[in-house]
């Protein structure tokens, strides 16, 4: 391990399987019966989940006063939450389009399951502006169709902007991956002999006969929506970030935020990705599909993109003092010393501390160590939003309205309850298609490539 | 195992480059000094986009060798040596910097704010002469660093053939990238940023690291399709390898394109005064024109130009818009400084052209150096055949 062959390419997948042994191994979980661990595990989400139902409960009888939301902090755990599922889901779309632009190989193996993620973290992040406009069942005027009222919405507001570019995000990554199922769908058909998940599959999987035109057709077809998904990604955090940007509020008016929000979701996004592989190559033991190599891939894109991050925490911080802006310089001084200072020393320890432990090589192959570290990111990403959002809004410009936010208990069941909702789909998702795509991984075994030349 | 067995045969480059780089260095270097007899204010103003213009390509090309470590990129090996010997410019930087720093009073009004500017004041323990020079000092001799270490390490490589050259250049890239974003960031609100020392943007450094990506791309890709569509580098590259450089290019044009509309999309919608009026400066007169014609020139032009897939490894397209997006870069830079000299309206006249003129001439003579004194392709290098090799 210690000296690279630069002359040689990498193998992604360890060890020469036989195509069929792939097979087995990744429709294994679909083939069998779901055991003792995936119960209690379903049980634990689940019972997430109902703190998620009691706390929407909750707050539609009483109305969002059961929240901890006050008169200048109007935007809270809501849209904290918000931003920080949508970017958990980042990090899909990201590794199936960019880095297949990319031709970077290695994303086979964790391609299908960060794109799946990315689609379950989409739709817990879209709960939260429906439950925050307060009545959710007007949300559908937030669509701007010709109606009998002639309500039209504000192309002017961002948020509205937000409607458009996470419902495209959610549409385009679902097609992404339904693509991407297809030819996994009809290995799948061929091999069950259980009558209804066979009509399922049949129909699912489009009539593929894997026949080289159906090959051609799909390689031309993946390319064209990975080159589509691609500014789509970039998009969605662009927008959630114009969400505060546009406005002329100290610590959110700042030029950086778009790049450095997707920079942040992609960050958080690895993170969770990482967490979630690292338990599931164990239990359903794809270590050789999902190596160390890729593992400590995954962590360097994390050191790139905590030092971002970084980057901009500073470069914001230098500017509110050059500009001489005095409201500027207070909103960035109040973060990192007024009474919200343990959040943002909480953000700066996991969000650009913890990360450059990743310089070490050791350190980026050593499983239990990566994996707290992406806990930490999440949580620090978790607090960013809330650093950004929570702490300019409670010292405003008015200091006789300032007010300290205290989120409620409601508010704490829903943020619990949005992980049961989203870790929920993921079980379900692990136990109903193919976590790991068949038919690429079985692409990038060694010797699966022609050469053009005699080796 | 070692599959080393590329064949490179060295050819000198016909002495017409080498007259044609003397003959627009000399007509440059003519234009430059009459100018600054005639107004050296103006020359000035020429001068810093000269001079960041070069800083581009110079610190753009060590990013572009960097990277390539970095990533383990393969396909650009064979070709690699082009930005090598483009980094090779930042020994020369101080030539173009120095005249600059004759003239500092004349373009940044911080050296010597009026005691009523109280933002100015309050800048001054960032915006002074001498920490000016301290950092530019400490950014050059940084990129000195690493441009020597780079290129010391890769030029062993030909004759050791020993891979741990290629290891060592890894580590140093990784040491070096974060050292880039700082350099070149401080750089940008040094040298761009605090010309109109009242504004500021915090997505500065980004906005001039996206155009010093490209120009370095740029400057890189016209000499390697020149040279190789002429054999000088090695048979059996194909042009699959030319795939990824227009593909660069038209990514970092929608970067650079991405960074400037939400710089303008973010200072427009606010619609602060302390913010706007550098975006009003660029709207008044003839200026109108030179910021729409900025879209058009840096955006517009080269993204249809590359969207389809055969654009990017067409040589002869290849050739048009990495010479397009090269002077975009400048036209850029001009859009960036020159309001701040000629408020009202475009100011565009023989003086403009002294500095391209010296700085293509530059460029072609270092390059023409470089190219005698060593291989145009790394012959030692591990990852050389698999690059030759490269296909889609």
Same mark, same amino acid.
């Given at each position: 391990?210690s000296?690279?062959?630069?002359?040689?390419?990498?193998?992604?997948?360890?060890?020469?399987?036989?195509l069929?042994?792939?097979d087995?191994?990744i429709?294994?979980?679909?083939?069998?019966?779901?055991?003792?661990?995936?119960?209690?595990?379903?049980?634990?989400? *689940?019972?997430?989940?109902?703190l998620?139902?009691?706390g929407?409960?909750?707050?539609f009888?009483?109305?969002?006063?059961?929240?901890?939301?006050?008169?200048?902090v109007g935007?809270?755990?809501?849209?904290?939450?918000?931003?920080?599922?949508?970017?958990?889901?980042?990090?899909?779309t990201?590794?199936?389009a960019?880095?297949?632009?990319?031709r970077?190989?290695?994303?086979?193996?964790?391609?299908?399951?960060?794109e @799946?993620?990315?689609?379950?973290?989409?739709?817990?992040?879209? *709960?939260?502006?429906?439950i925050?406009?307060?009545?959710?069942w007007?949300?559908?005027?937030?669509?701007?169709?010709?109606?009998?009222?002639?309500?039209?919405?504000?192309f002017?507001?961002?948020?509205?902007?937000d409607?458009?570019?996470?419902?495209?995000y959610f549409?385009?990554?679902l097609?992404?991956?339904?693509v991407?199922?297809?030819?996994?769908?009809?290995t799948?058909r061929?091999?069950t002999?259980?009558?209804?998940?066979?009509?399922?599959?049949?129909i699912?999987?489009?009539?593929?006969?894997?026949?080289?035109?159906?090959?051609?057709?799909?390689?031309?077809?993946?390319?064209?929506?990975?080159?589509f998904?691609?500014?789509?990604?970039?998009?969605?955090?662009?927008?959630?970030?114009?969400d505060?940007?546009?406005?002329?509020?100290?610590?959110?008016?700042?030029?950086?935020?778009?790049?450095?929000?997707?920079? @942040?979701?992609?960050?958080?996004?690895?993170?969770?990705?990482?967490?979630?592989?690292?338990?599931?190559?164990?239990?359903?033991?794809?270590e050789?599909i999902?190596?160390?190599?890729?593992?400590?891939?995954?962590?360097k894109?994390m050191l790139?993109t905590g030092?971002?991050?970084?980057?901009?925490?500073?470069?914001?911080?230098?500017?509110?003092?050059?500009?001489?802006v005095?409201a500027?310089?207070?909103a960035?001084?109040n973060r990192?010393?007024?009474?919200?200072?343990?959040?943002?020393w909480?953000?700066?320890?996991c969000?650009?501390?913890?990360?450059?432990?990743?310089w070490s090589?050791?350190?980026r192959?050593?499983?239990?160590?990566?994996?707290?570290?992406?806990?930490?990111?999440n949580?620090?990403?978790w607090?960013?939003?809330?650093?950004?959002?929570?702490?300019?809004?409670s010292?405003?410009?008015?200091?006789?309205s300032w007010?300290?936010?205290?989120?409620?208990?409601?508010d704490?069941?829903?943020?619990?309850?949005?992980?049961?909702?989203?870790?929920?789909?993921?079980?379900?998702?692990?136990?109903?298609l193919?976590?790991?795509?068949?038919?690429?991984?079985?692409?990038?075994?060694?010797?699966?490539?022609?050469?053009?030349?005699?080796? | 195992m070692?599959?080393?067995?590329?064949?490179y045969?060295?050819?000198e480059l016909?002495?017409?480059?080498?007259?044609?780089?003397?003959?627009?260095?000399i007509a440059?270097?003519f234009?430059?000094?009459?100018?600054?007899?005639?107004?050296?204010?103006r020359?000035?103003?020429?001068?810093i986009?000269?001079?960041?213009?070069?800083?581009?390509i110079?610190?753009?090309?060590?990013?572009?060798?960097g990277?390539e470590y970095?990533?383990?990129?393969?396909?650009?090996?064979?070709?690699?040596?082009?930005?090598?010997?483009?980094?090779?410019?930042i020994?020369?930087l101080?030539?173009?910097?120095i005249? *600059?720093?004759?003239?500092?009073?004349?373009i940044?009004?911080?050296?010597?704010?009026?005691?009523?500017?109280?933002?100015?004041?309050?800048?001054?323990?960032?915006?002074?002469?001498n920490?000016?020079? @301290?950092?530019?000092?400490?950014?050059?001799?940084?990129?000195?660093?690493?441009?020597?270490?780079?290129?010391?390490?890769?030029?062993?490589?030909?004759?050791?053939?020993?891979?741990n050259?290629?290891?060592?250049?890894v580590?140093?890239?990784?040491?070096?990238?974060?050292l880039?974003?700082i350099?070149?960031?401080?750089?940008?609100?040094?040298?761009?940023?605090s010309?109109?020392?009242?504004?500021?943007?915090?997505?500065?450094?980004?906005?001039?690291?996206?155009?010093?990506?490209?120009?370095?791309?740029a400057?890189?890709?016209?000499?390697?399709?020149? *040279?190789?569509?002429?054999?000088?580098?090695?048979?059996?590259?194909?042009?699959d390898?030319?795939?990824?450089?227009?593909?660069?290019?038209?990514a970092?044009?929608?970067?650079?394109?991405?960074?400037?509309?939400?710089q303008?999309l973010?200072?427009?919608?606010?619609?602060?005064?302390?913010?706007?009026?550098w975006?009003?400066?660029?709207?008044?007169?003839?200026w109108?024109?030179?910021?729409?014609?900025?879209?058009?020139?840096?955006?517009?032009?080269?993204y249809?130009?590359?969207?389809s897939?055969?654009?990017?490894?067409?040589p002869?397209?290849?050739?048009?818009?990495?010479?397009w997006?090269?002077f975009?870069?400048?036209?850029?830079?001009?859009w960036?400084?020159?309001?701040?000299?000629?408020?009202?309206?475009?100011?565009? @006249?023989?003086?403009?052209?002294?500095?391209?003129?010296?700085?293509?001439?530059?460029?072609?003579?270092?390059?023409?150096?470089?190219s005698?004194?060593?291989?145009?392709?790394?012959?030692?290098?591990?990852?050389?055949?698999?690059?030759?090799?490269?296909?889609?």
């Amino acid at each position: 391990m210690s000296s690279v062959d630069y002359t040689q390419e990498l193998s992604v997948v360890e060890g020469k399987q036989a195509l069929r042994e792939l097979d087995d191994l990744i429709a294994k979980p679909l083939e069998t019966k779901p055991d003792k661990k995936f119960y209690i595990a379903l049980s634990i989400t *689940l019972s997430m989940l109902s703190l998620l139902v009691i706390g929407l409960g909750l707050t539609f009888y009483y109305g969002i006063g059961m929240w901890g939301n006050n008169n200048p902090v109007g935007w809270a755990f809501d849209i904290v939450n918000f931003v920080f599922w949508v970017g958990i889901g980042h990090a899909g779309t990201l590794i199936s389009a960019i880095l297949f632009l990319f031709r970077q190989k290695w994303r086979t193996g964790i391609a299908r399951f960060a794109e @799946g993620m990315t689609i379950f973290a989409v739709m817990t992040a879209g *709960l939260f502006p429906l439950i925050h406009v307060g009545r959710p069942w007007l949300a559908g005027y937030l669509f701007p169709y010709p109606n009998q009222h002639s309500l039209w919405v504000n192309f002017t507001s961002p948020l509205l902007w937000d409607v458009f570019a996470v419902s495209t995000y959610f549409i385009v990554s679902l097609i992404f991956w339904y693509v991407g199922l297809i030819p996994d769908l009809a290995t799948l058909r061929e091999k069950t002999n259980h009558k209804l998940k066979k009509i399922i599959y049949s129909i699912f999987s489009l009539g593929w006969r894997f026949s080289n035109r159906h090959w051609q057709n799909y390689e031309m077809v993946y390319l064209i929506l990975a080159g589509f998904a691609t500014p789509l990604v970039l998009s969605v955090h662009t927008i959630v970030s114009f969400d505060f940007a546009v406005s002329i509020i100290p610590g959110w008016h700042t030029t950086i935020f778009p790049p450095y929000f997707v920079a @942040g979701a992609v960050f958080s996004g690895f993170a969770m990705v990482q967490n979630v592989l690292v338990i599931v190559r164990k239990i359903f033991n794809y270590e050789h599909i999902i190596t160390i190599d890729t593992l400590e891939k995954m962590n360097k894109i994390m050191l790139l993109t905590g030092s971002l991050v970084g980057y901009a925490y500073a470069m914001e911080f230098f500017i509110a003092w050059y500009s001489g802006v005095e409201a500027e310089l207070f909103a960035f001084l109040n973060r990192a010393l007024g009474p919200y200072a343990w959040a943002y020393w909480i953000m700066i320890i996991c969000n650009v501390v913890s990360p450059q432990l990743f310089w070490s090589k050791k350190i980026r192959r050593t499983i239990p160590v990566m994996f707290v570290i992406a806990i930490f990111v999440n949580i620090g990403m978790w607090f960013e939003r809330f650093v950004i959002i929570v702490t300019s809004l409670s010292r405003d410009f008015l200091p006789s309205s300032w007010a300290y936010y205290t989120p409620t208990l409601v508010d704490g069941m829903i943020l619990i309850g949005s992980f049961g909702f989203f870790f929920t789909w993921i079980l379900l998702f692990t136990k109903a298609l193919p976590v790991v795509s068949m038919a690429e991984v079985k692409a990038v075994v060694d010797g699966a490539q022609p050469s053009h030349k005699d080796n | 195992m070692s599959s080393s067995s590329v064949e490179y045969q060295k050819k000198e480059l016909p002495a017409k480059v080498q007259t044609v780089g003397f003959g627009l260095f000399i007509a440059g270097l003519f234009l430059v000094v009459l100018g600054y007899i005639v107004d050296p204010t103006r020359s000035a103003y020429n001068n810093i986009i000269g001079f960041t213009f070069l800083a581009s390509i110079a610190v753009g090309s060590l990013f572009l060798v960097g990277i390539e470590y970095l990533s383990g990129a393969v396909w650009s090996t064979p070709f690699r040596r082009v930005s090598e010997f483009l980094s090779s410019l930042i020994v020369l930087l101080p030539v173009l910097f120095i005249p *600059l720093l004759l003239n500092v009073n004349n373009i940044f009004h911080w050296t010597h704010p009026a005691p009523s500017d109280k933002t100015l004041i309050g800048k001054a323990p960032y915006l002074n002469v001498n920490f000016f020079i @301290g950092r530019v000092l400490v950014f050059w001799l940084i990129w000195l660093l690493f441009y020597y270490l780079f290129t010391k390490n890769s030029l062993m490589q030909d004759q050791t053939k020993d891979q741990n050259l290629t290891k060592k250049n890894v580590k140093l890239a990784a040491v070096f990238m974060p050292l880039f974003a700082i350099t070149i960031s401080f750089a940008a609100i040094d040298w761009l940023m605090s010309i109109e020392p009242h504004w500021f943007s915090t997505i500065f450094g980004v906005y001039y690291f996206s155009g010093t990506v490209l120009a370095a791309l740029a400057a890189a890709t016209i000499i390697i399709v020149l *040279l190789n569509e002429r054999g000088y580098f090695v048979k059996g590259i194909h042009t699959d390898s030319y795939y990824s450089l227009g593909a660069l290019l038209f990514a970092f044009t929608n970067f650079w394109a991405y960074i400037a509309f939400s710089q303008f999309l973010l200072i427009w919608y606010a619609n602060l005064p302390e913010e706007t009026f550098w975006f009003l400066q660029r709207w008044e007169g003839s200026w109108i024109a030179a910021s729409i014609g900025l879209i058009v020139v840096r955006f517009v032009v080269p993204y249809f130009g590359l969207l389809s897939q055969p654009s990017k490894m067409n040589p002869k397209r290849l050739l048009v818009m990495s010479s397009w997006i090269l002077f975009a870069h400048y036209y850029d830079l001009y859009w960036l400084v020159m309001p701040n000299f000629s408020k009202g309206g475009v100011a565009l @006249g023989w003086i403009e052209l002294g500095f391209p003129l010296l700085i293509a001439g530059l460029i072609i003579l270092v390059f023409v150096y470089n190219s005698r004194k060593n291989n145009l392709v790394p012959i030692g290098d591990p990852k050389l055949k698999r690059g030759i090799d490269f296909r889609l």
